[in-house]
């Protein structure tokens, strides 16, 4: 067999996930809440079902998320994507990325990357015949230099790939960032991919930008955003794109052969479930707990931490315990600890020794507790 991704493993929340269960570790690994989502959804969800809602949705989602999703992002972010021909409902983020890059990316086409990045990346450009070209988050800050961003741009340069609120490194592209990103995509046709999942996720009042409130940019990008992150249920995959009509036209081209639809009855309820926007808006709040719990817990400890701004991701930096490479450190602390986190070279960062590790903290009170106990004494 000559594969197509030769270089690709099993990725690292699968071993890490594995890795945890195999040693009965506290799982800080794959970013998923270890708690439930709201009843009252799940409710809305059966009975979407009892009413019928059991066959095919229509190939572009139900119409009523995709206005209730309309109505969220001109609620925010100012700007208003038809329904009908700008909002697609896609299973999960994941889906909606893949989806993009084959609808666009042909052979010898370059994607700039920003890495570290989220692992579902380079392989779906590598897969369709891309190449992925780097740019290199500064190794401290995790801040850009936008002289690099710039100096990457080729005549190949077909899409550009950002991510913010950032995973792992919790950082958020300011205003002046993505000022600079639509000033460095002026007068060519590079689109942009803006996976925003966790948009609703942000900390010691940080603001989300999306870049669909940059004119120059919203005229380029596809905003992903995913339900999975904000209301708790990672496990159901849903997820939704949003784009100027020309380029979404291109996209259901694909999507409609790709999987055709999502989920029928989870759609029903999460139309319903949206239009109450204490349902997001809260999670800011919810989430700031969360973390800060979690950093008083390290306060006492030997990591050196940069806090959090925005996703459910602590980036904690281990080189006062141990100069061991990460992805050994990461096995030893489950193995011997029993505590499961994700070593940063995961996302695509090997060669760059930077002793940094990646605790989710979507978790129980208890399990933050439990967890940063055994991770004081270290
Ligand atoms: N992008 C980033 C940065 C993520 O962290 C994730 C979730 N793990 C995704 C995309 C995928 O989202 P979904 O689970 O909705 O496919
Ligand atoms: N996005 C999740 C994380 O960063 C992982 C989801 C997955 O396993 N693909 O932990």
Known sequence: IISKLPKVKTTIFTTMGQLAQKHSAINLSQGFPNFEPDPSLIDLVTLAMKQGYN??????????????????????????????SEITVTIGATQAIFTIITAFIGSNDEVIVIKPAYDCYEPAIEVNGGVPVFVQLNNSDFKIDWEVFRSKITPRTKMVI????????????????????????????????????????????????????????????FVCGSFGKTFHITGWKMGYCAGPAE?????????????????HAVQKALATYLKNPQHYLGL???????????????????FKIKPSQGT?????????????????????????HRIASIPISGFNTKGIDNHLIRFCFAKTNATLEKATEILSKL
């Not at 800011?284 to 030997?302: A, H, I, V």
């Open 55 to 84: 066959q095919y949705a229509p190939m572009a989602g139900v119409m009523e998320l995709r206005e209730m999703i309309s109505e969220k992002i001109e609620q925010l972010y100012g700007r208003h994507y038809h329904p009908e």
């Open 284 to 302: 800011n709040q919810f989430y700031q707990e969360k973390r800060d719990l979690f950093l008083q817990g390290l306060s006492t400890s030997r």
């Open 312 to 336: 459910y991701f602590q980036l904690v930096d281990y080189s006062d315990i141990t100069q061991e490479p990460d992805e050994v450190f990461a096995e030893s602390l489950v193995t011997e």
């Open 247 to 263: 380029l979404m036209l291109e996209f259901r081209k694909t999507h409609q052969f790709n999987v055709f639809s999502a989920d």
């Open 162 to 221: 950002i991510n913010t609120p950032h995973n792992p490194s919790g950082t958020i592209f300011s205003k002046e960032d993505m000022l600079e990103l639509q000033r460095s995509l002026e007068n060519t046709d590079i689109i942009v991919i803006s996976d925003e999942v966790y948009e609703h996720i942000t900390f010691d009042g940080h603001e989300h930008e999306s870049a669909s409130k940059y004119d120059g940019l919203a005229s380029r990008t």
